[in-house]
Nanobody, 126 residues
Framework: QVQLVESGGGLVHAGGSLRLSCAVSGRTFRDYNMGWFRQGPGKEREFVAAISRSGGNIVYAASVKGRFTISRDNAKNTVYLQMNSRKPEDTAVYYC???????????????????WGQGTQVTVSS
């Protein structure tokens, strides 16, 4: 049974920083390409950032590039999302996702991901 568990959400003032973590269990973590997505109030779920299984390939959504950093620690079975210079429009439930596909690549498509966490709420106050 594969499980993804996010943590680190909360309330932060605009301009502040927050780091999300996603712990993966149930399968060899290094076999997963990983991603972060978010869903704001009344909005569809959208891509935020992705990292390949090796960590060598990374891609960001234009809305977060330069402010957010995705990383992974394969020894700890954890992927992170460091969020700086937060804006009120970053308010959303943040989800991590895992793709156990055979290739080492970045995945931006929601439907490609097989495993999802339960989400963690991040609220940015102005």
């Amino acid at each position: 049974q594969v499980q993804l568990v996010e943590s680190g959400g909360g309330l932060v003032h605009a301009g502040g920083s927050l780091r999300l973590s996603c712990a993966v269990s149930g399968r060899t973590f290094r076999d997963y390409n990983m991603g972060w997505f978010r869903q704001g109030p009344g909005k569809e779920r959208e891509f935020v950032a992705a990292i390949s299984r090796s960590g060598g390939n990374i891609v960001y959504a234009a809305s977060v590039k330069g402010r957010f950093t995705i990383s992974r620690d394969n020894a700890k079975n954890t992927v992170y999302l460091q969020m700086n210079s937060r804006k009120p429009e970053d308010t959303a439930v943040y989800y991590c996702a895992g793709d156990p596909g055979p290739r080492n690549l970045v995945v931006v498509t929601i439907s490609t991901y097989r495993y999802w966490g339960q989400g963690t709420q991040v609220t940015v106050s102005s």
